[in-house]
């Protein structure tokens, strides 16, 4: 069994990062998102188990003191966290998977998986973000302009990243994400293990 690629995506709130991954994995086959867990309450449209794990902060206190996560970090007023069972499974089983989650958990991503992507999404400019967190209609101003002075503090570790998308046009950057994702399904360990039985062919004398 191959296995699959961990593609770590982060972007400040209102970069447009669910939208485009949810657009991905719903055109292009073997790729999925990991559940992660959070304590915030699920917004409207969201399903317990398809978009996060939603539990209670008593719950997920007790999982942080089980070791159940490899990484959870406080974002604004929620925790947030990655259990180990929801990336090593779909990994072993050849299964593309992207990890949704800030720069603090990306970083302790990149401890326990080297090998894993990085990309980080970016708005085209600060104005057009605050533009798209009005637009949203789901904060008040207080609370977008905290969300404006948090991306600023995200975006500046940008450098961290291996790869980076600006989403000023929504089609474009999907466009990007998908010749990322069929670049990794490209690398010579990769192929050479999903042709094994052509690779020998090739090259036996």
Request: hydrophobic share 40%.
């Amino acid at each position: 069994m191959v296995n699959g690629s961990l593609i770590v995506i982060s972007a400040p709130s209102g970069a447009g990062k669910s939208s485009l991954v949810k657009a991905l994995i719903e055109s292009t086959a073997n790729v999925q998102v990991a559940v992660s867990h959070t304590t915030r309450p699920p917004r409207p449209g969201e399903q317990d188990g398809v978009h996060y794990h939603f539990v209670a902060k008593e719950r997920f206190q007790q999982m942080v003191r089980e070791g159940a996560f490899i990484e959870h970090a406080q974002v604004f007023d929620n925790f947030y966290g990655t259990a180990k069972s929801s990336l090593e499974d779909p990994l072993q089983q050849g299964i593309d998977l992207i990890l949704e989650i800030d720069w603090q958990g990306a970083q302790q991503i990149r401890t326990l998986y080297p090998d894993c992507i990085s990309l980080f999404i970016a708005p085209p400019g600060l104005e057009e973000l605050r533009k798209r967190l009005r637009a949203r209609g789901q904060d008040n101003e207080e609370v977008i302009e905290r969300r404006m002075r948090d991306a600023q503090a995200e975006m500046a570790h940008v450098h961290e990243f291996d790869y980076l998308v600006i989403n000023e046009d929504f089609n474009e950057a999907l466009t990007e994400i998908r010749s990322l994702l069929t670049t990794l399904r490209l690398r010579r360990q990769r192929q050479v293990q999903r042709h094994a039985d052509l690779m020998n062919r090739l090259l036996s004398s």
